[in-house]
């Protein structure tokens, strides 16, 4: 059973950034595709961005393009995932996923998961 700890989540300023990891401690990172989810308070968890297994393409949703970066690191067992310009909407909890046969923005679909790592953004 993979197992995922995110990691790298506090409180920051709006326009600030912040890298958050998610590190594996199986073997099966390498043979999956990855991706963050976050869920705000009273909402729905929401897709973020993920990496496919090769890291040869990534996807993001509208609300972060152009501002997160999501990476991985095979040797490191880990993806990060870079939120530049935030902003207090981008306030959740954030959780990676893994999977091998996955729909990218379907949480559904991905088979194991970290806990989650709490992002606030002040004004």
């Known amino acids: 059973q993979e197992e995922l700890v995110e990691s790298g989540g506090g409180l920051v300023r709006a326009g600030d950034s912040l890298t958050l990891s998610c590190a594996a401690s199986g073997g099966a990172l390498s043979t999956s595709a990855m991706a963050w989810f976050r869920q705000a308070p009273g909402k729905e968890r929401e897709f973020v961005g993920g990496?496919?297994?090769?890291?040869?393409?990534?996807f993001y949703a509208d609300s972060v393009k152009g501002r997160f970066t999501i990476q991985r690191d095979d040797e490191q067992k880990a993806i990060h995932l870079l939120m530049n310009s935030l902003k207090p909407e981008d306030r959740a909890i954030y959780s990676c996923?893994?999977?091998?046969?996955?729909?990218?923005?379907?949480?559904?679909?991905?088979?194991?998961w970290g806990q989650g790592t709490q992002v606030t953004v002040a004004t």
């Open positions: 996923g893994g999977g091998t046969r996955v729909a990218m923005t379907a949480a559904t679909s991905f088979t194991y």
């Open positions: 990496i496919t297994r090769t890291g040869s393409f990534t």
